[in-house]
């Protein structure tokens, strides 16, 4: 056990090295800047006051998120997705899984769960020994289940998922402007040094250095925030774009769009003065998530009746409404029911035994 305690602590302590890079860069970033750059280089008063005050701001913000990004602890799937007691145990002594899915499924009843295995199977974790809410995956890096998994990222030494995913963009975002900045403003005086219209000093190679690593960064930076706007709008994460999430119904990659600005709150909120800060504003709870096709699964309809104009409206449900269905509709808002694109009516008409004629209006979204 010793040795397997001494190399899990050298992981951990390894697994800091490519934040440390990243703390060293932005470190000596803003030395190069500040002293070499402003107070050395620039002649112009004025412009070294412009360029310090944006500076700094472009400078707090990106240091602000990628801090959030970097100690907001993973959110994990809550006590009410662990098996009783009793049930586990008598799931760790079954060996058929046949036997395991039916404990998992008599569990999985009361719960909000709405995608499955490839199989059709009750996502389930023997290492955490939890059922999987959707959209949650096991992190093998973090060792844990993890809400709305995205990816584990080396560079912030963090699973970024429900917890930090706004911080991540938002980290991505403001070094992307860090980076545009200082190459922008230092292009001119690259370009004197280079030329050597300016004299050889100390600062030569800081401005020089500066710049090339400012581009560098701009361009791999750029690449990486472009995917992930992308699935920001699509409301997917990185590991829904490789492999399309199960539901009841089959497998669809947009299962959980509810349309671009709907998406977008999804990870920013409702209220847009909050989407520039690195303060959490997500929508939900992790556990459970609005998609466009809770009303398309069969255990889920609902069949109204209604009769002609001058007859009293009775409703008369198919089946009782699923936790799924509940949990569903806390997320969404009576906007989002009203204005969702998969909406439609399906509207016939039926004889009651009287001869009375009644209305079936079935609601359901593809």
């Known amino acids: 056990m010793a040795p397997t305690h001494v190399l899990r602590c050298c992981q951990r302590g390894l697994a800091w090295i490519p934040v440390i890079f990243i703390a060293l860069v932005v470190c000596w970033s803003y030395y190069a800047y500040v002293v070499e750059l402003c107070i050395f280089t620039i002649p112009s008063i004025g412009e070294q006051i412009v360029y310090l005050i944006f500076f700094h701001l472009f400078f707090i913000m990106f240091v602000w998120s990628y801090w959030k990004t970097i100690f907001s602890q993973p959110a994990n799937p809550s006590k009410e997705f662990c098996l009783p007691k009793a049930e586990k145990e008598r799931y760790e002594k079954e060996e058929r899984p046949e036997s395991q899915q039916e404990i998992l499924w008599r569990a999985a009843t009361s719960l909000p769960l709405y995608t499955r295995t490839g199989a059709g199977a009750i996502r389930y974790c023997d290492r955490c020994q939890v059922i999987k809410p959707d959209r949650c995956h096991h992190c093998s890096a973090c060792d844990m289940c993890v809400l709305k998994m995205d990816h584990h990222c080396p560079w912030?030494?963090?699973?970024?998922?429900?917890?930090?995913?706004?911080?991540?963009?938002?980290?991505?975002?403001?070094?992307?402007?860090?980076?545009?900045?200082?190459?922008?403003?230092?292009?001119?005086?690259?370009?004197?040094?280079?030329?050597?219209?300016?004299?050889?000093?100390?600062?030569?190679?800081?401005?020089?250095?500066?710049?090339?690593?400012?581009?560098?960064?701009?361009?791999?930076?750029?690449?990486?925030?472009?995917?992930?706007l992308w699935l920001v709008g699509k409301n997917r994460s990185t590991i829904e774009a490789f492999r399309a999430p199960v539901f009841r119904t089959g497998s669809d990659k947009n299962g959980f769009s509810l349309g671009f600005r709907k998406n977008i709150a999804q990870v920013f909120g409702d209220q847009k003065k909050y989407w520039l800060l690195p303060v959490f504003t997500s929508q939900g709870d992790g556990l459970t998530f609005p998609t466009r096709l809770v009303n398309a699964d069969v255990e889920q309809a609902a069949v109204t009746l209604q009769p002609e104009p001058n007859e009293r409206a009775a409703e008369v449900p198919v089946s009782p409404v699923s936790p799924v269905s509940e949990s569903q509709n806390r997320l969404l808002s009576n906007d989002q029911h009203a204005n969702n694109i998969g909406d439609h009516q399906a509207d016939s008409t039926l004889k009651s035994a009287d001869g009375e004629t009644i209305t079936v209006s079935m609601e359901s979204e593809s």
């Open 156 to 228: 912030v030494n963090n699973c970024v998922g429900f917890s930090n995913y706004k911080f991540f963009i938002l980290f991505l975002a403001y070094s992307l402007v860090y980076c545009l900045f200082i190459a922008a403003t230092v292009l001119q005086y690259f370009i004197k040094f280079w030329t050597n219209e300016l004299p050889d000093t100390h600062a030569k190679f800081h401005v020089l250095f500066l710049f090339f690593v400012a581009a560098m960064f701009c361009i791999s930076i750029l690449s990486l925030f472009s995917y992930h």
